[in-house]
């Protein structure tokens, strides 16, 4: 069974900080990557996601993440940060062949941008 | 619709009552999934279906809980004998094939037990 961590339970930045949240994850076969973002009180939102191809992936509001298959490793990054990402972060697998289809999530990380 | 609506918003039960959940997935979306995430993290997949049948159910408590997707009507998902222990927010979420395709979600129930 696949699983997924992500060791960065709660940051604070201040505004205009660059950000890297990791994650990690744990299968033995090929695998689909996604983050999504939980703003307050409100549902997961998909923020971006690798399938194939070019390991780094761009998502929406500016942010991006890189796929390292040798360290099983999709961090999400983003090179300036507002106010507004303040969320809850989650890290997501899904085995990309065979039968299984539902998603594994991270713990979550809680993201606090300061002003 | 274009998005995944999830009603109600929020439900209240006594322990020991019967708690039901509905979720209607995105147009033309084949699979619907359930999660249920307690404490504001650790999403647990509960059940999925593709149309109206049980895809995966390796998540769902057996005693207490069932779902079902019928044609023409909302998914739901149903807890008989709530226990103080099911108060958790209940995601669903649609996509449109089983792996190469993201699951949108739904804003959520936050079902409270007292």
């Known amino acids: 069974a696949q699983s997924v961590s992500q060791h960065n339970h709660h940051v604070i930045l201040s505004e205009a900080a660059s950000l890297e949240l990791g994650c990690n994850y744990s299968y033995g076969g090929t695998v689909n990557l996604f983050w999504y973002v939980q703003y307050p009180g409100q549902h997961l939102q998909l923020l971006l996601k690798y399938f194939s191809g070019d390991p780094l992936v761009k998502g929406i509001k500016g942010f991006e993440a890189e796929f390292i298959k040798s360290k099983f490793s999709f961090n999400l990054r983003k090179p300036s940060v507002q106010w507004s990402d303040t969320a809850e972060y989650f890290c997501a697998v899904i085995p990309s062949t065979g039968t299984a289809s539902k998603l594994t999530f991270g713990t979550g990380t809680r993201l606090q941008v300061t002003l | 619709g274009e998005e995944v609506a999830q009603t109600p918003k929020h439900l209240v039960r006594g322990e020991g009552q019967k708690a039901k959940l509905y979720c209607a997935p995105i147009k033309g979306h084949s699979y619907v999934f359930w999660y249920q995430q307690v404490l504001k993290n650790e999403f647990k997949f509960l059940i999925s279906f593709q149309n109206e049948n049980v895809f995966d159910e390796t998540g769902m408590p057996k005693e207490r809980f069932s779902a079902k997707c019928l044609p023409n009507s909302p998914c739901s998902l149903e807890i008989q004998a709530t226990k103080l222990e099911d108060s958790a927010v209940y995601f669903c979420?649609?996509?449109?094939?089983?792996?190469?395709?993201?699951?949108?979600f739904g804003d959520g129930t936050r079902l409270s037990i007292l």
């Open positions: 979420a649609s996509s449109q094939r089983q792996t190469n395709q993201p699951q949108h």
